[in-house]
């Protein structure tokens, strides 16, 4: 029999199949905690430095107190990874408010459950895709407002983006664009979106209720740095369905182009030239060592 994965929680380890949490958990009663989803490319986990930062700061602000140092959190992630002998993953750190009773108060769950899942790396979309692009289209479903259950917070509480993904499942379409409360684009269920126009490049503002994604930083600085200007700016569905390349970003995603929405062509329907030239020099840099923490 082939040997199972090893799951990381509350600092043991166990096989895949006995690797279970407490129904009593306000993770799931409630959606109450907050999560990671972090990639290894060759033995090197991408902006893992980023990713914890990030964790700590979705912590922070539902008063999640995690039990570890970002510096053991690190350790926990890498020696994960060690166990399975991974080099190509996708790792989901989940922190949640932990076991408690069945009211909703955060108060009676005196500690939190951590656990980290390492699997090896699945292609999310075709390979084709990346060259042919993604359809999608806009969901009725408004994105969780930035004084609500915001997707700045990267919670357990994805059933906006759930709603947005059967949206899009019953449309017949790869994925769904999210809008928010005031009508501009936001972002996709699991994706930062950017829209090239006349050369220039244009992203929602973090402040649209946008998750700060990490691959968004990234792109936004190597596009500059390629030498296109950057602009973060609201983007109306109009801006969007006119422009001349829209694309997706993400972890899972890494940089993958939209030719459709709600069944207007983008652009030209093909591979965009701002868009290809970004996605080399992103595969380049998820390679480069010095972007990311070494697991061994
Ligand atoms: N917006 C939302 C709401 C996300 O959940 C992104 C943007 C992109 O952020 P990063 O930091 O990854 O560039 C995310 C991240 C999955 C999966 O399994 C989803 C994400 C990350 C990893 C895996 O669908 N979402």
Redesign the pocket.
């Known amino acids: 029999m082939e040997k199972e994965l090893l799951v990381y929680v509350d600092g043991q380890f166990y096989p895949k199949s006995e690797a279970n949490i407490s129904v009593y958990d306000h993770g799931l009663l409630y959606g109450d905690g907050v999560f990671e ?1 972090i990639r290894a490319y060759n033995g090197i986990v991408f902006k893992l430095k980023e990713h914890i930062d990030r964790l700590y700061r979705s912590a922070h602000t539902i008063m999640l107190k995690i039990p570890m140092t970002k510096s053991e959190m690190t350790k926990a992630v890498l020696e994960t990874l060690k166990k399975n002998n991974l080099k190509d993953a996708y790792i989901r750190l989940v922190v949640t408010r932990g076991i408690g009773d069945l009211g909703l108060d955060p108060r009676k769950c005196p500690k939190p459950t951590i656990f980290i899942i390492t699997e090896p790396m699945l292609q999310l979309h075709s390979p084709e895709v990346k060259e042919k692009g993604i359809t999608t289209t806009i969901t009725w479903v408004k994105r969780d407002p930035v004084d609500a259950t915001t ?1 700045e917070i ?1 919670s357990l509480n994805y059933l906006n ?1 759930i709603l947005g993904k059967i949206e899009a499942n019953n449309s017949g379409v790869d994925e769904a664009i999210c809008l928010n409360r005031a009508g501009f684009v936001c ?6 979106i950017f829209i090239v126009k006349e050369g220039k490049i244009f992203t929602p503002p973090i402040s649209s209720g ?2 700060d ?4 930083t990234v792109i936004m600085r190597l596009a500059e740095k390629l030498g296109y200007i950057v602009i973060e700016k609201n983007i109306t569905p109009n801006e969007l369905f006119n422009a001349d390349e829209v694309f997706f ?4 995603v890494e940089v993958t182009p939209i030719s459709e929405i709600n069944k207007r062509t983008v652009g030209n329907g093909k591979l965009g030239p701002v868009t290809k030239r970004i996605m080399q020099e992103f595969d380049k840099i998820t390679r480069d060592p010095k972007e990311g923490t070494p697991i061994s």
Do not use: C, D, Q
């Open positions: 989803g997707h990267k983006s972002e996709g269920v699991g994706e930062n946008a998750l994604g990490i691959t968004r970003t993400g972890t899972a």
